[in-house]
């Protein structure tokens, strides 16, 4: 059973930076690796995925802003997250493997004060 462990959430101000870490128990390779965020009474989105050769694709709100990338050696996903907004604010969920069969994880709170 893989097990995905994420850290980095945090209260920041607006303006502030965070950087979110996801690191699976497993030696799986994932083609796609991925954060979404859902915030009270919205549905989860996606906010950036990387596949296996680096492509990139952001939440238009959060482009030029948010960057994501891959350590494949340590089957992790990382969010370097600048210039946070009050709208930034939500649970945050790595997933590795894609939305319908791949693995999620525990979720890491992000709130944004302004």
């Known amino acids: 059973q893989v097990q995905l462990v994420e850290s980095g959430g945090g209260l920041v101000q607006a303006g502030g930076s965070l950087r979110l870490s996801c690191i699976s128990s497993?030696?799986?390779?994932?083609?796609?690796m991925g954060w979404y965020r859902q915030a009270p009474g919205t549905q989860r989105e996606l906010v950036a995925n990387i596949n296996k050769f680096g492509t990139t694709n952001y939440l238009e709100t959060v482009k030029g802003r948010f960057t994501i990338s891959r350590d494949n050696a340590k089957v992790a996903v990382y969010l370097q997250m600048n210039d946070l907004k009050a709208e930034d604010t939500a649970v945050y969920y790595c997933?590795?493997?894609?939305?319908?069969?791949?693995?999620w994880g525990q979720g890491t709170q992000v709130t944004v004060s302004s």
């Open positions: 997933n590795l493997g894609g939305t319908t069969n791949g693995y």
């Open positions: 497993g030696i799986f390779r994932f083609s796609v």
